[in-house]
């Protein structure tokens, strides 16, 4: 597949909104959890079921702080999917807010250094998609940049900046996998990128609009539909 040339300004992630059933329960939810200059939230009665294809991921400096985390989420009221435990690459686990949004909490250190903090090292917004490469062509040709990539498994973009969010590619089915979570999935994602450029919608219905945009948007990606 060629990559398509876009006449547009390059494009970079700005901001992740999502859409939630209750604003006012959501903020109270992230702001304990201590996500909440991540992410911005909307009022949304968009049909969704199941898998809405993605994940945002905190990578945090040890065990300690991923119990922390989990922790703190847990007790505003959010589920474990998978409890915090060591695996090959660190350790980390996965729960489920409140307004269905699910987040992983994860650290490559399988052995605490020092004390548990509330620090986050980075947040990753990771896309489920049906096709890695082609995903990751149609981004490179609306001018994101590429950070990693590993064929077609998983694609990480250069960050917009300091302490923003990152945005990712990986298998929707292996994402599923590793959330914990059947794949399947109806209706909307529940999530809008914010752009640096034009609206768009990407191969897999996952809505960004442009800067000072505020309509709801709610595109359904191929494998997202009702």
Same mark, same amino acid.
């Given at each position: 597949?060629?990559? !398509?040339?876009?006449? %547009?300004?390059?494009? *970079? $992630?700005?901001?992740? !909104? @999502?859409?939630?059933?209750?604003?006012? #329960?959501?903020?109270? +939810?992230?702001?304990?959890?201590?996500?909440?200059?991540?992410?911005?939230?909307?009022? &949304?009665?968009?049909? &969704?079921?199941?898998?809405?294809?993605?994940? @945002?991921?905190? =990578?945090?400096?040890?065990?300690?702080?991923?119990?922390? +985390?989990?922790?703190? #989420?847990?007790?505003?009221?959010? =589920?474990? @999917?998978?409890? %915090?435990?060591?695996?090959?690459?660190?350790?980390?686990?996965?729960?489920?807010?409140?307004?269905?949004?699910?987040?992983?909490?994860?650290? *490559?250190?399988?052995?605490?250094?020092?004390?548990? =903090?509330?620090?986050?090292?980075?947040?990753?917004?990771?896309?489920?998609?049906?096709?890695?490469?082609?995903? /990751?062509?149609?981004?490179?040709?609306?001018?994101?940049?590429?950070? /990693?990539? +590993?064929?077609? /498994?998983?694609?990480?973009?250069?960050?917009?900046?300091?302490? *923003?969010?990152?945005?990712? $590619?990986?298998?929707?089915?292996?994402?599923? /996998?590793? $959330?914990?979570?059947?794949?399947?999935?109806?209706? &909307?994602?529940?999530?809008? @990128?914010?752009? =640096? &450029?034009?609206? +768009?919608?990407?191969?897999?219905?996952?809505?960004?609009?442009?800067?000072? *945009?505020?309509?709801?948007?709610? %595109? $359904?990606?191929?494998?997202?539909?009702?």
């Amino acid at each position: 597949m060629a990559t !398509t040339t876009h006449t %547009a300004a390059p494009t *970079s $992630l700005t901001s992740v !909104t @999502l859409e939630v059933a209750d604003p006012a #329960a959501a903020r109270g +939810f992230y702001a304990a959890f201590g996500v909440e200059s991540y992410v911005r939230l909307r009022p &949304s009665e968009a049909h &969704s079921t199941g898998f809405r294809g993605f994940t @945002l991921a905190l =990578t945090v400096s040890g065990p300690a702080t991923v119990d922390g +985390f989990v922790a703190a #989420a847990v007790d505003a009221g959010a =589920t474990v @999917l998978k409890p %915090a435990t060591k695996s090959l690459w660190g350790y980390g686990g996965t729960v489920q807010a409140p307004d269905g949004t699910i987040w992983k909490i994860a650290t *490559s250190a399988r052995k605490d250094t020092g004390p548990a =903090t509330r620090e986050i090292d980075e947040v990753v917004l990771l896309l489920g998609v049906e096709d890695v490469k082609a995903t /990751k062509q149609f981004y490179v040709g609306r001018g994101l940049g590429v950070a /990693k990539s +590993f064929g077609g /498994k998983y694609v990480e973009f250069a960050a917009g900046g300091a302490g *923003s969010v990152k945005l990712a $590619l990986y298998k929707r089915r292996a994402l599923a /996998k590793d $959330l914990g979570v059947p794949a399947d999935g109806t209706g &909307s994602h529940r999530v809008v @990128l914010g752009s =640096t &450029s034009d609206a +768009f919608t990407d191969p897999d219905g996952f809505a960004w609009e442009g800067p000072g *945009s505020h309509t709801p948007r709610a %595109a $359904l990606s191929p494998r997202h539909r009702p």
